[in-house]
């Protein structure tokens, strides 16, 4: 894997700095760029009794533009902020017993957090956080709505010691700026349900240690060829993204969550994903990736949810064995993809599943009678096919899942005498039908 990653992010760092105008970059290995040790683990105003402690004088002048900028007057009127008992505030002391920023948190986001909250109408992020050297966590939620700005480039020279960044909802325009790629020790990236544009900058590929990646809800078009090699969470649903989903995707071995849902995404599913032996949640619905149905899904041995929905994917079958041995698979859903011929029995053979859709596709032939053995099944979708004959369920399965089970609007699906179905939309099995 390092003769795979290393040239192609020495590669990706010297474009980043081409981009910027800058020189080219090397790759820091150590933790030599971090400011002095703190002591302790962070701490709030709450926990803070130390008598002569104080917070540098620097870090607080900053603090007060932070709290003016985002209509949060009144923190000018506290002597000391690290010791100013408000929650969104957290402060470690170095080994002089001088106090420094790590974590400043803006927005109500649950009842129980009390963050200093923003004036939405005329709130900014203040310069005055380039002058937090010690800064780890960055937190803004629902703060520019009403005062749409771009994100300021100059979160870029956070590099040193930001750790998180978490932008959500805050009505962001106009594109991620590439100086964000300078945040190379970053671990979480949220910039969730803004209205950022353009395309996802290549040099993010620059925060190695990256594990969580959340850019959904934005209006951004294309996914360059990254890698990240210890990324868990990666959400881009709900962008304007095209082009084929990156081969590259298969260079992200610790991916547990791959959410690409309603987007433009074109091509078929590249064949590395395969490879993704962490993977527990793939949600690819609402695209346009073109079938059929990779046999190499078998391999994601830990995948639990699976959404393929709302891609054209026919005419296609599923075939025979294609989730063969998918021990952890409980949730399957395969709406509205123009998948033909019949349900394969197997599907029947799936222990853990919970939750199956088939519906609105063109599935003909008889539900197999496997799905019977389907014990944890608790929601089954088959409305909308050609499927014909009996239901092979029986009575306490039919119960179990109730109005979670539809099978209207089949071509010749009937029901047996006391199987419980009378009130599905469907005739039973011994009057003729018209
Ligand atoms: C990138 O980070 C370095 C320090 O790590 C800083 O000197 C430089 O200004 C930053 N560049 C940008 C564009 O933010
Ligand atoms: C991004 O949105 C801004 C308006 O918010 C617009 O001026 C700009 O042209 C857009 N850029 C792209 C690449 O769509
Ligand atoms: C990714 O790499 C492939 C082949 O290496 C190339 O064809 C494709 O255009 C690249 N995509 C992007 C978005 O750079
Ligand atoms: C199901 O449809 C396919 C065409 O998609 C057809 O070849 C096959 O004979 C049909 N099977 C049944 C049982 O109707
Ligand atoms: C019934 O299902 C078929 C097959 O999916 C579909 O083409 C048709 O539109 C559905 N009819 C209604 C009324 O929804």
Redesign the pocket.
């Known amino acids: 894997m390092a003769l795979i990653f290393s040239p192609l992010l020495l590669f990706l760092s010297f474009m980043c700095f081409r981009l910027?105008g800058?020189m080219p970059f090397t790759v820091i290995m150590s933790d030599s760029?971090v400011p002095s040790a703190l002591v302790d683990g962070p701490q709030t105003g709450f926990s803070m009794n130390k008598d002569g402690a104080r917070t540098d004088t620097r870090e607080q002048e900053a603090v007060y533009d932070i709290m003016r900028a985002t209509g949060n007057d009144w923190a000018t009127d506290i002597p000391d902020v690290c010791r100013g008992r408000w929650h969104g505030i957290e402060c470690m002391p170095d080994n002089n017993d001088v106090y420094h920023v790590v974590s400043l948190s803006f927005g109500a986001l649950s009842d129980d957090t009390a963050f200093p909250t923003c004036d939405p109408t005329r709130s900014h992020i203040s310069p005055s956080i380039t002058k937090l050297p010690y800064l780890r966590t960055l937190f803004f939620y629902r703060c520019f709505s009403y005062n749409p700005q771009p994100i300021p480039?100059?979160l870029?020279?956070l590099?040193?010691t930001l750790q998180t960044l978490v932008l959500r909802e805050n009505g962001h325009v106009g594109p991620i700026p590439i100086?964000l790629g300078?945040l190379t020790r970053l671990k979480v990236l949220d910039l969730h349900k803004n209205n950022l544009n353009g395309s996802i900058p290549v040099c993010l590929a620059r925060m190695t240690g990256l594990r969580s990646l959340d850019l959904s809800g934005n209006k951004l078009t294309s996914i360059p060829n990254f890698s990240f090699p210890i990324l868990s969470i990666f959400d881009l649903s709900q962008n304007l993204l095209m082009g084929s989903i990156p081969s590259s995707i298969g260079a992200c071995p610790g991916l547990i969550k791959m959410d690409l849902g309603h987007n433009q995404l074109t091509g078929p599913l590249p064949y590395s994903i395969g490879t993704l032996k962490n993977l527990m949640l793939m949600d690819l619905s609402y695209n346009r990736l073109k079938g059929p149905l990779p046999m190499w899904i078998r391999s994601l041995i830990s995948l639990q949810t699976l959404i393929l929905k709302g891609n054209p994917m026919g005419p296609t079958p599923i075939p025979s064995d294609g989730f063969d041995g998918m021990k952890g698979l409980m949730t399957l859903i395969l709406s509205n993809m123009n998948l033909h011929g019949p349900i394969p029995s197997s599907l029947g053979k799936l222990p853990g599943l919970r939750v199956l859709h088939l519906d609105g596709n063109n599935f003909n032939g008889s539900i197999p009678t496997s799905f019977r053995e389907l014990e944890s099944v608790s929601e089954l979708r088959l409305n909308d096919n050609w499927l014909r004959g009996p239901i092979p369920f029986g009575r306490e399965m039919v119960w179990r899942m109730r109005r979670k089970l539809r099978v209207h609007n089949n071509s010749g699906l009937c029901y047996n005498a006391n199987s419980g179905l009378e009130d599905s939309g469907i005739g039973p099995c011994d009057t003729p039908r018209p």
């Open positions: 910027l800058v760029g480039s100059l870029g020279q590099g040193a100086e300078n």
